[in-house]
C-alpha cells in the first residue's frame, strides 16, 4: 500500500514539475536568441560563485545570509527526500551507505537548524524590519513558502527522532545530537504513528 501511495505521489510531482517546467521553456524560447554555451569555463565560474556561492544576495548580508542558509541547507539535506522516500515504503530501510553515515546524520541535524533559523530571519525581515524595498512584492507566497520551509525541517527533525525513539535509526544516534534530544521527549504507542506521520511529511 505504501509502495502504491509512493508511485503515485511520485506520479504526481513529475507531472506538475513537467508542466511548469514547459511553461518556462516556452517563456525561455520566447526571448532574443543567443550565444549560451559559449566560454563554458566563464561560465561555470559564475554559476560556482553566483548560483551556488550566493555572492549577489551576500552583498546585502542579513537578507543574503538568511538565503543562502536555506539555499545550501537543502543542498546537503537534498538526499533525505530519497532517505525518506525509502523509508515510507519500510520504515527499516534506508538509502545504502549515506542513510547510516553518523556524519551524514549530523549535517543533517545542523543543516535543518541553519535552514530554520533561515526561516525566523526571513519571518523578522519580512514582519518587524519590513524593508522598503518589499512594498508592492509578493509577501502573501513568501510567507507560504517560508512556512512550507519551516515545516519541511520540523517534520524531518520529528522523523529522525521518532526513528531514533523506535530504534530504526541506521547511524549512531550520538551522531544527530538535536533529534536525539527531541527523541528524549518521545515515548509512548504514538510514536510510531508520528515516524509515519512525519516520513510522509
Known amino acids: 500500500m505504501s509502495l502504491i501511495a509512493l508511485t503515485v505521489a511520485i506520479v504526481v510531482a513529475i507531472g506538475l514539475f513537467a508542466g511548469r517546467a514547459l511553461v518556462l521553456f516556452r517563456i525561455i524560447r520566447a526571448g532574443k536568441p543567443t550565444a549560451r554555451f559559449d566560454d563554458v569555463r566563464a561560465r561555470a565560474r559564475a554559476e560556482a560563485i553566483v548560483v551556488v556561492g550566493q555572492s549577489k544576495l551576500l552583498q546585502r548580508l542579513g537578507p543574503g545570509l538568511m538565503h543562502a542558509l536555506i539555499f545550501w541547507g537543502f543542498i546537503v539535506l537534498f538526499p533525505t527526500?530519497?532517505?525518506?522516500?525509502?523509508?515510507?515504503?519500510?520504515?527499516?530501510?534506508?538509502?545504502?551507505?549515506?542513510?547510516?553515515?553518523?556524519?551524514?546524520?549530523?549535517?543533517?541535524?545542523?543543516?535543518?537548524v541553519l535552514v530554520?533559523?533561515?526561516?525566523?530571519?526571513?519571518?523578522?525581515?519580512r514582519k518587524v524590519l519590513r524593508p522598503a524595498r518589499f512594498v508592492?512584492?509578493?509577501?502573501?507566497?513568501?510567507?507560504?513558502?517560508?512556512?512550507?520551509?519551516?515545516?519541511?525541517?520540523?517534520?524531518?527533525?520529528?522523523?529522525?527522532?521518532?526513528?531514533?525513539?523506535?530504534?530504526?535509526?541506521?547511524?549512531?544516534?550520538e551522531w544527530a545530537p538535536v533529534s536525539n534530544l527531541v527523541s528524549g521527549a518521545l515515548a509512548g504507542s504514538w510514536v510510531a504513528v508520528l515516524e509515519r506521520a512525519a516520513v510522509w511529511t
Do not use: K
Not at 534506508?94 to 545542523?110: E, H, I, N, R
Open 116 to 125: 530554520f533559523c533561515g526561516v525566523l530571519a526571513g519571518i523578522y525581515i
Open 136 to 173: 508592492g512584492s509578493h509577501l502573501a507566497e513568501a510567507d507560504l513558502i517560508l512556512a512550507w520551509i519551516a515545516g519541511i525541517v520540523i517534520s524531518l527533525v520529528a522523523w529522525h527522532a521518532s526513528q531514533i525513539a523506535l530504534g530504526y535509526n541506521d547511524y549512531p544516534r
Open 81 to 112: 527526500i530519497l532517505i525518506a522516500m525509502i523509508g515510507a515504503v519500510d520504515a527499516h530501510a534506508t538509502l545504502p551507505w549515506l542513510g547510516s553515515q553518523g556524519w551524514y546524520a549530523l549535517m543533517v541535524d545542523v543543516f535543518a
